[in-house]
């Protein structure tokens, strides 16, 4: 069974940066797409930012410009760096990877790292 292992939450100050990784406990390479998802009190779950195995990506458009998504294939890790942070960015942030084989998709999650932005 896969294992996502998030770290990098924290709070930060409005215009401060902060970086999440995520660590899978196999290789990445297995995966189709890595991303990131964010989920505020009271709002939906919303993807925020996603690679794909061939590194493709693609941010949602309140992040762009802002936020950076990467991966470390040696370290089976994934990272989302997250700049010119704002408090509307304040969530519970959750790494995913999916992977698709004969026909069957398996998504997994990490165990979501707080960010919290004060403003």
């Known amino acids: 069974q896969v294992q996502l292992v998030e770290a990098g939450g924290g709070l930060v100050q409005a215009g401060g940066s902060l970086r999440l990784s995520c660590a899978a406990s196999g290789s990445i390479y297995s995966f189709n797409v890595m991303g990131w998802y964010r989920q505020a009190p009271g709002k939906q779950r919303e993807l925020v930012a996603f690679i794909t195995r061939g590194g493709s990506k693609d941010y949602v458009d309140s992040v762009k410009g802002r936020f950076s998504i990467s991966r470390d294939n040696a370290n089976n890790t994934w990272y989302l760096q997250m700049n010119s942070l704002k408090p509307e960015d304040t969530a519970v942030y959750y790494c995913?990877?999916?992977?698709?084989?004969?026909?069957?998709?398996?998504?997994?999650w990490g165990q979501g790292t707080q960010v919290t932005v004060s403003s």
């Open positions: 995913n990877a999916r992977s698709a084989k004969f026909g069957t998709t398996t998504n997994y």
